[in-house]
């Protein structure tokens, strides 16, 4: 999937708004039931949502429709901060209970790309691509569960990048690109790990091939998350 849909910040205001009144008018337990349970049922049984259902050519997650696109912006969300979660439990595998990370191996090698080349012209930058030789590793690890009888592979791509810090300075480190989860040989997710510019930092954009992958999605988040 592609980064979420922009919304503007007026009705990203009247969201929250909206959300925060809802909770306070809930007699419920906390505040997450609310948000994960009746916020659902209420926007389901909503005026619009009653209207649009002559309207509809499916019943369940329909393209373009709004059950699709709030699983996918849910799991945007959630995905950030994954790759960071991945990296750090590479660097720690000494002790694992009954979930792992193993076989862990990484191929060192030049990748042909186009590099930014960086020259002074009148006091100010000049920045042109050159084509260039780069610093590149492909990494590849299992991940298994053996209570649950979980299992599956991984391989993450890095390659040496350059990330502008502001208009002049810039950064060179060994950066993940991409990560590729597979079972039984099946690919069933990816993250592109992106440089946002705006905000000088790295976000996931993730992707997953299909809804039937759900429960092998999350068990390679629990199992590499929870050591």
């Known amino acids: 999937m592609s980064r979420i849909n922009l919304v503007s910040e007026k009705q990203l205001e009247l969201t929250n708004q909206f959300i925060k009144e809802f909770i306070e008018m809930s007699d419920a337990p906390n505040d997450s039931y609310v948000f994960n349970y009746l916020i ?3 926007i389901s049984q909503s005026d619009i949502a ?5 309207e509809q050519h499916t019943i369940l997650l329909g393209m373009s429709c709004i059950d699709d ?3 996918k912006g849910m799991f945007h969300n959630r995905i950030q901060g994954f790759v960071k979660i991945i990296e750090d439990r590479l660097l720690n595998t000494d002790e694992q209970d009954n979930r792992r990370v193993d076989n862990i191996k990484t191929k060192k090698y030049k990748k042909d790309s186009k590099n930014i080349k960086v020259t002074r012209v009148n006091g100010k ?28 592979n991984v391989v993450m791509f890095k390659e040496m990048q350059k990330h502008f810090i ?12 991409k990560i590729m989860f597979y079972v039984n040989k099946t690919h069933i997710m990816s ?5 946002d510019y705006d905000n000088k930092k790295m976000y996931e954009e993730g992707e997953f091939t299909h809804y039937k992958h759900i429960s092998d999605i999350n068990s390679f988040y629990q199992t590499i998350k929870f050591q």
């Open 40 to 42: 659902g049922d209420a």
């Open 125 to 152: 930058n000049d920045i042109s691509w050159v084509e260039s030789k780069i610093d590149a590793e492909t990494t590849t690890f299992d991940v298994s569960c053996s209570s649950s009888g979980f299992s599956g």
């Open 166 to 177: 502001n208009d002049n300075d810039f950064v060179e480190e060994m950066t993940t690109k």
């Open 50 to 54: 009653v209207r649009e259902k002559d």
């Open 191 to 195: 993250i592109n790990y992106k440089w």
């Open 69 to 71: 696109t709030i699983v």
